[in-house]
């Protein structure tokens, strides 16, 4: 009886243990760098998993970006 006791407390460590390493591995291989990069300000690609910084149009374009009036400031 005591065996099958000592059994059971070890399968239910090792359960236990191989649940938090997956854990600890998915934030490690997903989640960690996803937040590196969006916090940096760039895009995160979850397909592809890079850290892609955003082109504003105007780079591809070549266009001038227009001339807008300062707005008043309202108090």
Same mark, same amino acid.
């Given at each position: 009886?005591?065996? +099958?006791?000592?059994? /059971?407390? *070890?399968?239910?460590l090792?359960?236990? *243990?191989?649940? /938090? *390493?997956? #854990?600890l591995?998915? %934030? #490690?291989?997903?989640? &960690? !760098? =996803? $937040? @590196?990069?969006?916090r940096?300000?760039? +895009? &995160?690609?979850? @397909? %592809?998993? $890079?850290?892609?910084? !955003?082109?504003?149009? +105007? @780079?591809?374009? /070549? @266009? /001038?970006? !227009?001339? *807008?009036? !300062?707005? %008043? =400031?309202?108090?």
């Amino acid at each position: 009886m005591n065996s +099958w006791i000592t059994n /059971a407390k *070890l399968l239910a460590l090792g359960l236990f *243990l191989a649940a /938090a *390493l997956g #854990m600890l591995g998915y %934030d #490690m291989i997903y989640v &960690w !760098p =996803a $937040q @590196r990069c969006e916090r940096g300000g760039d +895009w &995160w690609d979850p @397909r %592809d998993g $890079q850290c892609l910084t !955003p082109i504003p149009i +105007w @780079r591809i374009t /070549a @266009r /001038a970006l !227009p001339k *807008l009036p !300062p707005e %008043d =400031a309202k108090p």
